[in-house]
């Protein structure tokens, strides 16, 4: 193929995968709200309890970015592009990020990464494994991310959820390994 070709190939392939997006989203809002229990207990950076109610902060809405904890180096990569975003996104929704980890080392790392949205422990409750975010069979944790709204009545309801791996809509680095010709070779994060 010549690179005229290429281009237009390129551009059809593009208007498709937008096209895929868009149905994505209407699956996403069709499958309607999930009621949550909103006495989940966590720990904030701090050390202080806080519930998931308490998570919402002044927002209706709140995303919960579920992270594998420390020793997971794809998960740190991923939660390192959120610093530029999160300005952004507090300005619409409250946006935390819940570890496995305990409190005090989740500190640790969050300072250590410069991470500037709030960071807190799932240690001690079930909240990762009743979001779907904790393999059936190994036991092992999943990353991904989960939507959430509160209603006037108090309750919370998930109204959307989604996994984490290379190649997905919320890690770009992966898109711009695409670009060169060796993809992303033997990168591996840190």
């Not at 992270?67 to 530029?84: E, P, Q, T, V």
């Not at 496995?100 to 500190?107: A, E």
């Not at 001690?124 to 509160?150: I, Q, W």
């Not at 898109?175 to 990168?187: E, N, R, S, V």
Request: glycine share 8%; charged share 25%.
């Amino acid at each position: 193929m010549n690179a005229i070709a290429v281009n237009d190939e390129l551009k059809v392939l593009n208007r498709e995968m937008q096209d895929l997006r868009e149905r994505f989203i209407k699956a996403h809002q069709a499958r309607g709200p999930e009621p949550v229990s909103n006495d989940y207990a966590f720990t904030d950076t701090g050390g202080d309890k806080v519930s998931l109610l308490d998570l919402f902060a002044e927002h209706d809405d709140l995303i919960v970015v579920h992270n594998m904890g420390r020793k997971c180096s794809y998960c740190a990569l991923w939660a390192d592009g959120f610093i530029g975003l999160y300005p952004h996104l507090k300005r619409r929704c409250a946006f935390v990020l819940s570890s496995p980890d305990p409190w005090s080392t989740l500190r640790d790392v969050a300072k250590g990464r410069g991470w500037p949205f709030p960071c807190v422990s799932s240690d001690g409750n079930t909240f990762t494994k009743d979001m779907g975010f904790v393999d059936e069979k190994s036991g092992g944790m999943l990353p991904g991310a989960s939507a959430f709204t509160k209603r006037d009545d108090g309750s919370v309801v998930r109204v959307s959820t989604t996994p984490f791996g290379p190649g997905d809509l919320f890690c770009p680095v992966w898109h711009f390994f695409d670009m060169l010709p060796d993809g992303p070779a033997t990168f591996e994060p840190k």
